[in-house]
């Protein structure tokens, strides 16, 4: 092969002419045949046109890959259009003439934009999704509080805002659910902090028992609101009011033991005054009770220890006490001039007592029911009482009366004469009366004795019989005035001595009323006369020891059998 000279062309100015050539020149130099020369020229043909070919197909293969760009890129576009939804603001392209390369270069910043909205739109779906989901799984408890949720699954086939408002609307719906449990989670916190507090109880280990981040130095964002948490609570606080309750019931009882046996015993206020925090709720209802520690168990068992003390100091005092009563029951019916047995009473109450056949507070509840009745016995008979005082008062009167008649210096110049001149005026006034006044009492002792179906007894006499027997000494009193009246009107001159207008008007001796209420015929009894109460009030007085054994009869002021039957013995009206 030749070599080329400084005359052959630079290589930039090569072309296939030149190069054919300089290929004859070296063929003709060489001297190659046309047959050779053919072959060769064929086979520089050939090969230009394998090359052409690598080319062509090169160049359609790059072609393809543009048109499948292009397609891909077309679908791309549609899929996030649809994914986006129709709201998107991003605009489509409108060329879809021109070269692959113009199409492509003008779908590409359509593309770029709804993948930057994409990304953005999936980190909201990532965002409200995932607080849905911790919202949730706080709510089944199968995550706590303050835990993180994994990255949820996000359907990039529709991230249209649509759906992205469903979501919020169901993350909306769901912290409202969390902020009503949050809420009723603090209430029933709250109940159970008021529960403890009365009962006396340990709120912290209560509550963190339940759970522990129900704690009041945790924040309300991290505390459990679960079912299983708010069941619990519901259970907590439910077993507290029921042991609320039953605590309160228990210290009533107690309450109302200690003031039964404080009225039973008499015991002073000042001992009381250390229980009043037992005995203000005795009454009280359970949602009233809201003071700290009202309901604690130290407390309930205090009373509790103070109610046996009081129940074994009970025995001791009882005589006491019961003596008491029946010394009270006496003096009503002394009052009231009531006979009544006292020392078979007491012996019958002693006795009751030492056997412990009854309870006491039985007792004393059946003496406090007797006194109740001997008050009600007194106040009826108060009315005829007083009258009867103010007509034994006029007898009084009457009887000084009939001194001061007889008096032959009454009219004297003495010191105090006057003073006697003016009661003799005044006793004169109210001697006059006593007829009224005695029909008044036998009115209104005839009435009562009708009510009640017994008779009036006064200090174990008839009052009745009493009146009776003034009455019939009264009026043979007027009789014997009425017969030396008509003596000396006709001048007679045979009144005895005994019979001087000088003298008492009478000194005649009449007995008193018999049990059945009539006068006895025996010169040698008691006087009861016009002449003073004494006479009614001895009367009475020997009255009552002739039915002393009658009357005891009638009053039994502790009956064994009444005591244990609770019926209270009511005395008959004497």
Known sequence: MAVIGTDNPSYGDITCGSLLQQLQRVWDEVGESDEDRDKI????????????????????QSRDLLIQALDDSKIELARLLSALGEKTIVRTPEKSSGTIKEQ?????????????QKEERVKEFVDVQSQIE????????TLEVGDEVGPPEVNEDDLSLEKLEDFRAQLQELQKEKSNRQQKVLDYVSMVHDLCTVLGMDFFSTITEVHPSLDDSIDVDCKS???DTLSKLDKTVASLKEDKKTRLHKLQELAMQLSDLWNLMETPKEERRFFDHVTCHISATVEEVTTDGAL???????????????DQLKSSKMKEIALKKQKELEEIYASAHVVIDTKTAREKLMALIESGNIEPSELIADMDNQILKAKEESLSRKDILDKVERWMSACDEESWLEDYNQDENRYSSSRGAHLNLKRAEKARILVNKIPALVDTLVAKTRTWEEDRGSSFMYDGVPLLAMLDEYLMLRHEREEEKRR??????????????????????SSKKVVGPKSNGTASAGPASRRLSVNGTN??????????????SSASNNVTVA????????????????
């Open 225 to 227: 609101i679960s079912d």
């Open 559 to 574: 009956d064994a059998a009444s005591c244990v039957s609770g019926t209270e013995p009511v005395p008959n009206s004497p």
């Open 134 to 141: 911790k919202i949730c799984g706080e709510i089944a408890g």
């Open 535 to 548: 006479g009614v009030r001895s009367a009475a007085k020997e009255r009552r020891e002739s039915l002393k």
């Open 296 to 310: 604690a168990l130290d407390l309930i068992e205090q009373a509790e220890v103070e109610v046996e003390r009081l």
């Open 484 to 505: 030396l009246r008509d003596q000396k009107k006709f001048g007679g001159e045979l009144v005895s001595n005994d019979h001087s207008p000088n003298k008492p008007l």
């Open 104 to 116: 492509l270069a003008a779908i590409a910043p359509t593309l770029n934009q709804l993948n930057e």
């Open 41 to 60: 020229l064929l086979q520089l043909d050939q090969e230009c046109l394998d090359v052409y070919k690598r080319k062509v197909d090169m160049a359609t």
